[in-house]
């Protein structure tokens, strides 16, 4: 069974750093897409980085400068290094991948997971 498990939120002060890791596990085939999304309280759910086939889709204005995403394919993990918090990231962050999981000898199918979520404070 595939399953994606993050690590590294918690509670930082205003200008600080936070680097968030995703790392997919199982019978993966292929990875298609991997990326970060949030959401704050009593908001929707919003992109924050995504890597779709090694190219780096854009990231929103709120974030642009400040978030980087990287990615290991050897490892099938995705980072999301934060540099710069404000206290308007403060949210719970997601990872979601699209992979291509091993069914059996020549057979496939597509997930689309999400993480558990990791929360980000960022606060003095």
């Known amino acids: 069974q595939v399953q994606l498990v993050e690590s590294g939120g918690g509670l930082v002060q205003p200008g600080g750093s936070l680097r968030l890791s995703c790392a997919a596990s199982?019978?993966?085939?292929?990875?298609?897409?991997m990326g970060w999304y949030r959401q704050a309280a009593g908001k929707e759910r919003e992109l924050v980085a995504a890597?779709?086939?090694?190219?780096?889709?854009n990231y929103p204005d709120s974030v642009k400068g400040r978030f980087t995403i990287s990615r290991d394919n050897a490892k099938n993990t995705v980072y999301l290094q934060m540099n710069s918090l404000k206290p308007e990231d403060t949210a719970v962050y997601y990872c979601?991948?699209?992979?291509?999981?091993?069914?059996?000898?020549?057979?496939?199918?597509?997930?689309?997971?999400w993480g558990q979520g990791t929360l980000v404070t960022v606060s003095s």
């Open positions: 890597i779709i086939s090694d190219s780096i889709i």
């Open positions: 979601n991948a699209h992979i291509r999981e091993t069914i059996s000898w020549g057979r496939y199918r597509n997930l689309e997971l």
């Open positions: 199982g019978s993966i085939f292929s990875i298609n897409a």
